[in-house]
C-alpha cells in the first residue's frame, strides 16, 4: 500500500505565498508523475499543475506564472509553491501520484487533501 500525506496548507493573506508538500511512502519503487488538484467549495476538483518523470510541467492557467510544481524523485516527494495568492484559489488541495510498481505496472493514489484559504 501506499500512503500520500501533504502538508503546508493554512491561511494567507492576499498576495502572500504558501508551499505545499507531499511524501509518498509505502510499497512503491519510485513515483512516475505527481500532479496537484483543487477542490473548492461548491465546484469540481480541478488540476493546477503536474509534472512528470522527466520533470515536464503542466499549468492551469489560473495559476500559471505564480505556482511552481517540484518534485524532489529521490525523496518521493513533491512540492507546489504558491505565490501572489487570491481569494479564489481557497481551495481543499489534493496530491496525485502515479507509482511504479514494478513489472511495468502503474497504481495512482491521492493525498487526504490540506486546505488553503486565502483571505484578508
Known amino acids: 500500500q501506499v500512503q500520500l500525506v501533504e502538508s503546508g496548507g493554512g491561511s494567507v493573506q492576499p498576495g502572500g505565498s504558501l508551499r505545499l508538500s507531499c511524501v509518498a511512502s509505502?510499497?512503491?519503487?519510485?513515483?512516475?508523475?505527481m500532479s496537484w488538484y483543487r477542490q473548492a467549495p461548491g465546484k469540481q476538483r480541478e488540476l493546477v499543475a503536474s509534472i512528470t518523470s522527466g520533470f515536464r510541467t503542466n499549468y492551469a492557467d489560473s495559476v500559471k506564472g505564480r505556482f511552481t510544481i517540484s518534485r524532489d524523485t529521490a525523496q518521493k516527494t513533491g512540492y507546489l509553491q504558491m505565490a501572489s495568492l487570491k481569494p479564489e484559489d481557497t481551495a481543499v488541495y489534493s496530491c496525485?501520484?502515479?507509482?511504479?510498481?514494478?513489472?511495468?505496472?502503474?497504481?495512482?493514489?491521492w493525498g487526504q487533501g490540506t486546505r488553503v484559504t486565502v483571505s484578508s
Open positions: 509505502g510499497t512503491l519503487l519510485s513515483v512516475d508523475a
Open positions: 496525485k501520484a502515479k507509482t511504479y510498481n514494478g513489472a511495468e505496472t502503474y497504481s495512482n493514489y
